[in-house]
């Protein structure tokens, strides 16, 4: 290995600035502090059961869900009412009738 181009490693510690918790590590980082920890976050200890509404935003979601489901439920509705109209004829088979329209399409596709 070459000298000098490694950084220092140390034997320290992590220590959680909320409830105080300390870890022993080996970092290039001397004396690490974090803010808060798994021992004492909300999330890991089970005290969060209420989401915090800020501004709204839960609100403003939930509203702008239920105008997309809406606006799906609507679309499908006229796929399905447009699925069961009846198909009109085309100006072939109004003129030829609808197996000899197929037939002059197959002529002209040949030639």
């Keep these: 290995m070459k000298k000098d181009i ?19 590590i080996g970092s290039t980082r001397n004396n690490l502090r974090v803010s808060i920890c798994a021992n004492c976050h909300p999330f890991f200890t089970g005290d969060q059961r209420v989401i915090v509404d800020t501004e709204g935003q839960v609100d403003r979601f ?31 088979e109004e003129v030829y009738g609808s197996e000899e329209a197929d037939a002059t399409v197959e002529d002209t596709e040949s030639a």
């Excluded at 702008?64 to 072939?92: F, G």
């Design 62 to 92: 939930m509203k702008r869900l239920a105008t997309a489901q809406q606006k799906q439920a609507s679309a499908e509705k006229r796929k399905q009412e447009k699925r069961q109209q009846p198909r009109k004829k085309s100006l072939l």
């Design 6 to 24: 490694h950084p220092k490693y140390f034997e320290t510690d992590i220590v959680c600035s909320a409830c105080g918790t300390v870890w022993k």
